[in-house]
């Protein structure tokens, strides 16, 4: 309780569940009245089983998908009253995603990967587009800002996408899986990269893994287990 009086609440899960119905009658408990608060400047990572839930609980606070029952408040916000173009605006503004499987267009090279959140904006400045240019340098990219993402390691994509990720200075990152398809040694050098930017932009950060030593960057540890949400224990 102390911890929450000193650092402000940037978002609050409220009686959460999230129910998918298999066939006819048989329904699939995803969330069970999750009840949980996050803390601005903490980087929080969610643990759990493949087919637990945590990617879905990712789409479910970013507006995505949908909830059952309960509310979810982000900034302040009830996003589970949010119209469809109020969700698009949110993503496109205060949220950046970062995946397993990095989502760079092949179609576009490392530069325009990185200036497209700023394209999807109504109006981006100079300023904007220089901060992709200081983004490509501080992920070591820039120098392969005119290759496209079929000539990258799965590494550097990953560098790409953390770029991407953070250039329209969206207030949350949302992490889904972003080590899951490197190897250790490349994981372990994405999620000091991602983790220091984060500190260094102040960037509230939310991380899903099935990783623990992705897990260990992280200031808080929660575990997503039969429709729970509860602290981690070893």
């Keep these: 309780m102390d911890n929450m009086e000193k650092k402000k609440i940037y978002l609050e899960l409220r009686d959460l569940s999230k129910i998918y119905i298999d066939g006819v009658s048989q329904n699939r408990v995803i969330l069970d009245n999750v009840n949980q608060c996050f803390l601005e400047g903490e980087i929080t990572s969610i643990v759990g089983k493949s087919g637990s839930g ?104 990953q560098r790409v996408a953390i770029a991407r990720a953070l250039v329209h200075q969206p207030s949350l990152i949302l992490a889904d899986e972003p080590t ?24 509230n950060l939310i991380l899903v893994t099935h990783s623990r030593e992705a897990a260990k960057f992280s200031d808080r540890i929660l575990t997503l287990t039969n429709g729970l949400l509860v602290p981690f224990v070893e």
């Design 54 to 157: 945590k990617s879905t609980l990712l789409n479910l606070i970013s507006g995505i998908d949908s909830i059952t029952n309960g509310s979810i408040i982000l900034y302040g916000k009830d996003i589970s009253k949010m119209a469809d173009r109020e969700l698009t605006t949110l993503r496109r503004n205060e949220i950046g995603f970062i995946f397993q499987f990095f989502n760079l267009l092949p179609t576009l090279s490392v530069w325009e990967n990185v200036c497209l959140p700023l394209e999807l904006k109504y109006r981006s400045s100079k300023q904007d587009f220089s901060r992709a240019e200081f983004f490509l340098k501080e992920v070591d990219m820039y120098d392969r800002k005119n290759e496209f993402p079929d000539k990258l390691s799965g590494g550097e994509q």
């Design 180 to 203: 899951g398809n490197l190897d250790e040694k490349n994981a372990n050098l994405i999620m000091n990269l991602l983790a220091k930017l984060a500190r260094d932009n102040q960037n």
